[in-house]
């Protein structure tokens, strides 16, 4: 199965979770008057910006560049786990059957993993969120394990850099 076939999967779990975290905001606003929720905490890879996709379909070419696949379902598996817990180079030096440079090829996904970021958009209801968080005079901040400069450049890119007022 191909990342084309897998979009429209990623892209309805996106949706649904943008929506999931609108309805939380109007039921808390309305049930609680406003009063118990100050703010909102926005994850930053993944809610707003899809980091994941990105990091999969560089390493995806890099298997293809190689003559191999890699399959979602076998990625799948390493989604949201330590960096550590899996690598892509490991699994393609089995496959080919030989060593690899593997600084060489870890340069190159990270030149294309960047690329492809670069090219994402803001996921799916963030923005219409962010306003109806807004319109409920919520606080709005962002924690990432990213590093902030990364996340407020990305930031600054989709044109919501002054939506937030804390980042960490």
Known sequence: MTVQHLLPKVQIE????????????IYA???????????????FDGLILDTELPVFRAWQEIFAAHGQELSLADWSDYIGRSPDSFDPCDDLERTLGRKLDRDRIHAEHQRREAKLIESEGVMPGVVDLIGQARK?????????SSEQAWVVRHLERLGLAGAFETIR
């Open 136 to 144: 409920r005079n919520l606080h709005l901040g962002i924690a990432s």
């Open 29 to 43: 606003t309305r049930t609680r008057g406003g009063t118990m929720i100050k703010g909102v905490v926005f994850d």
């Open 14 to 25: 996106a949706q649904t979770r943008a929506l999931w975290y609108h309805q939380q905001i």
